[in-house]
């Protein structure tokens, strides 16, 4: 059976990875979370010293030749995890410190140019699902199913909210909605490849949506992709 490629953009924390997830475990694909390599940039920056009151985006970019980015299989529990020369950082990458400062991380061409060539060599023989805020426009153009999901700031800031305090993370819940607002602008307001829908992509408001009804919607969706494709 031919293998498509599924691009899967949208405005922060409305559950682009689980739905990326599910989709890639249902047909076989590779799953490749984008807005992980953004943050475990971020993650480098913060340790590294080149993040105090802002970014020194000259020190970044003179730098991103020591970052090594991949993906391995955790065995234990079966996922795909972020790794950042040779650490894996997944739960590193996922607090609210490195939140605050993706965005600024990701509106740097050079940032850009480096993650988006290993992103488009990461999809080259089709059989992926990929999250992020690009995909569908800039990363994997002629991908056959593109998605884009948004829902209300409040609701995509209470989905978080809650994912960060299961993590025994403290944060306020105005804390997290300013987060969201504040990334929503920054990445749809960035002049390199910025956060828009691609003219070709389903537009999905998960405001109201349970998340099986939605997977089930989409999955339907790819499944029929694929058969006109065969
Ligand atoms: O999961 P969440 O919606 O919070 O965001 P993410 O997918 O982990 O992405 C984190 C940040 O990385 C976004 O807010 C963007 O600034 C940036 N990003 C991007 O610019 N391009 C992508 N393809 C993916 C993420």
């Known amino acids: 059976m031919r293998k498509i490629s599924i ?13 990326a997830r599910q989709l890639a475990k249902s047909l076989g694909y590779v799953y490749i979370d984008s807005g992980a390599m953004y943050r475990a940039v971020t993650l480098f920056a913060l340790r590294n010293g080149l993040m105090n009151d802002s ?15 991949g993906f391995r299989l955790n065995e234990e529990n079966g996922r795909s995890e972020i790794q950042l020369n040779g650490e894996n950082v997944e739960k590193e990458i996922r607090t609210i410190e490195v939140s605050g400062h993706v965005s600024e991380v990701a509106a740097v061409p050079e940032v850009r140019e480096k993650l988006v060539r290993l992103q488009r060599e990461m999809g080259a023989d089709r059989g992926v699902v990929m999250d992020g805020r690009d995909i569908g426009t800039v990363v994997l153009p002629d991908a056959e199913l593109k998605l884009f999901m948004t829902a209300a700031p409040e609701i995509r800031a209470a989905r978080r909210y809650k994912e960060l305090l299961g993590r025994g993370e403290e944060v306020s819940y105005q804390e997290v909605l300013s987060n969201v607002r504040h990334r929503d602008h920054l990445d749809s307001n960035r002049e390199v490849s910025p956060l828009k829908q691609a003219a070709d992509a389903i537009l999905f ?15 339907s969706l790819a499944k029929r992709v694929v058969e006109n494709k065969k």
């Open 205 to 219: 408001d998960n405001s109201d949506m349970g998340l099986s009804e939605q997977y089930e919607r989409v999955l």
């Open 7 to 19: 691009a899967i953009d949208g405005h922060s924390s409305t559950g682009k990875s689980t739905l």
């Open 55 to 69: 970014l020194d985006r000259d020190g970044l970019v003179s730098r991103l030749g020591e970052l090594e980015l």
